[in-house]
């Protein structure tokens, strides 16, 4: 089960990053294709713009949901960066143990709302905000999953990567 998981994983990340740069490419042709309409044509058309924002929500959220990784993520760490290992083991596991109370004391709600959502459809497209905002549902699960994950492995001894200033990069 485990090298099924291993092999999978990758192959998962990579996916999500293809996803992640579909919608991208989506809300670059929708935004070219708003501006000929505009411009061009002298037709301005509504539903790119709507296009645009939602594909913009679901990227953020997909993006921070599953491309993104820890090391990756923005932070004030001056205080993390300038501490040894035990010490950064412990900031991890109380900020994951924080983390973890406060998505999960909001997920109820968070899954109220969206569920509630059902009764609104966008102006243009027509599309449920329920479907629209289930993408936050996604990122919340996700985001509990990641800091349990990332909470155990700090319980067993694993601290978190050191960070080195002078190799920051873009993520690449």
């Given at each position: 089960?485990?090298?099924?998981?291993?092999?999978?994983?990758?192959?998962?990340?990579?996916?999500?990053?293809?996803?992640?740069?579909?919608?991208?490419?989506?809300m670059f042709?929708?935004?070219?294709?708003?501006?000929?309409?505009?411009?061009?044509?002298?037709?301005?058309?509504?539903?790119?713009?709507?296009?645009?924002?939602?594909?913009?929500?679901?990227?953020?959220?997909?993006?921070?949901?599953?491309?993104?990784?820890?090391?990756?993520?923005?932070?004030?760490?001056?205080?993390?960066?300038?501490?040894?290992?035990?010490?950064?083991?412990?900031?991890?596991?109380?900020?994951?143990?924080?983390?973890?109370?406060?998505?999960?004391?909001?997920?109820?709600?968070?899954?109220?709302?969206?569920?509630?959502?059902?009764?609104?459809?966008?102006?243009?497209?027509?599309?449920?905000?329920?479907?629209?905002?289930?993408?936050y549902l996604?990122?919340?699960?996700?985001?509990?999953?990641?800091?349990?994950?990332?909470?155990?492995?700090?319980?067993?001894?694993?601290?978190?990567?050191?960070?080195?200033?002078t190799k920051?990069?873009?993520?690449?």
């Amino acid at each position: 089960m485990i090298a099924w998981v291993r092999h999978m994983g990758p192959w998962l990340a990579r996916r999500a990053e293809n996803v992640a740069a579909l919608m991208l490419a989506l809300m670059f042709l929708a935004f070219l294709l708003q501006i000929a309409f505009r411009y061009a044509l002298n037709l301005p058309i509504g539903w790119t713009h709507e296009v645009s924002v939602i594909l913009w929500i679901w990227l953020v959220l997909w993006g921070a949901s599953f491309v993104i990784r820890e090391r990756e993520e923005i932070r004030f760490d001056i205080i993390y960066g300038a501490v040894g290992p035990g010490p950064r083991r412990i900031m991890c596991i109380i900020t994951a143990m924080i983390l973890i109370a406060l998505y999960g004391t909001a997920l109820p709600a968070v899954f109220d709302y969206v569920t509630f959502m059902k009764v609104e459809k966008t102006s243009y497209l027509k599309i449920r905000f329920d479907w629209l905002f289930s993408i936050y549902l996604v990122f919340v699960v996700a985001t509990i999953i990641r800091y349990i994950c990332l909470a155990w492995q700090a319980m067993r001894g694993v601290a978190p990567d050191e960070f080195d200033p002078t190799k920051a990069s873009s993520g690449v």
